[in-house]
């Protein structure tokens, strides 16, 4: 997992829990609330693939199922 994939993770568990585990809810609150985060973080995010962010969010459903 490389750095940007690190930080998506870290943005993602932390709205996961908030949002009590509904990763419906979670995603979409992470797209519109993007602007939460620190611009190296907005940066690290937006240079991401699709498969990468596909990545992380796969690890996170089967860490959780």
Same mark, same amino acid.
């Given at each position: 997992?490389?750095?940007?994939?690190?930080? #998506? +993770? !870290?943005? =993602?568990? /932390?709205?996961?829990?908030? $949002? $009590?585990?509904? *990763? !419906? +809810?979670? =995603?979409?609150? &992470?797209? /519109? $609330?993007? #602007?939460?985060? %620190?611009?190296?973080?907005?940066? !690290? *995010? +937006?240079? =991401? %693939?699709? +498969?990468?962010?596909? !990545?992380? *969010?796969?690890? *996170? =459903?089967?860490? $959780? &199922?």
């Amino acid at each position: 997992m490389n750095s940007g994939q690190k930080t #998506y +993770r !870290a943005f =993602l568990l /932390r709205s996961f829990e908030e $949002h $009590h585990f509904d *990763i !419906a +809810r979670t =995603l979409g609150w &992470c797209q /519109r $609330h993007h #602007y939460k985060l %620190s611009e190296p973080e907005q940066m !690290a *995010i +937006r240079d =991401l %693939s699709e +498969r990468e962010k596909n !990545a992380v *969010i796969s690890e *996170i =459903l089967i860490g $959780h &199922c």
